[in-house]
């Protein structure tokens, strides 16, 4: 889903936002970025997303967090060594077949 929707740089850092606002220089006034607002449309769906697919167990973990980037990096901190860990238990299990 990451990839095919162009989603994953969202989650792993390089698809960075757009200053929210930009300068007219005809008016000397700011304006609404609309790079920036498809960038935050995008982020906050893929954070719906991650939310939505959670227990309410690990929501503690991504409560208050404003970016779907601040969400996964919560969760793999939390638990991305359990998954390395799990990683390593499969292949040692498949190693002795």
Not at 9 to 22: C, H, K, M, V
Not at 65 to 80: I, V
Request: charged content about 25%.
């Amino acid at each position: 889903m990451l990839n095919c929707d162009k989603l994953k740089g969202f989650i792993d850092g390089t698809s960075l936002a757009a200053p929210p606002l930009i300068s007219n220089s005809s008016t000397s006034t700011l304006e609404s970025n609309r790079a920036y607002d498809d960038w935050f449309r995008k982020d906050q769906h893929l954070l719906s997303w991650i939310l939505s697919s959670i227990s309410e167990e690990v929501f503690t973990y991504v409560v208050g967090l404003k970016t779907s980037f601040e969400a996964w990096q919560s969760l793999e901190k939390a638990f991305g060594f359990v998954s390395e860990n799990r990683q390593l238990q499969l292949q040692d299990l498949t190693a002795e077949d």
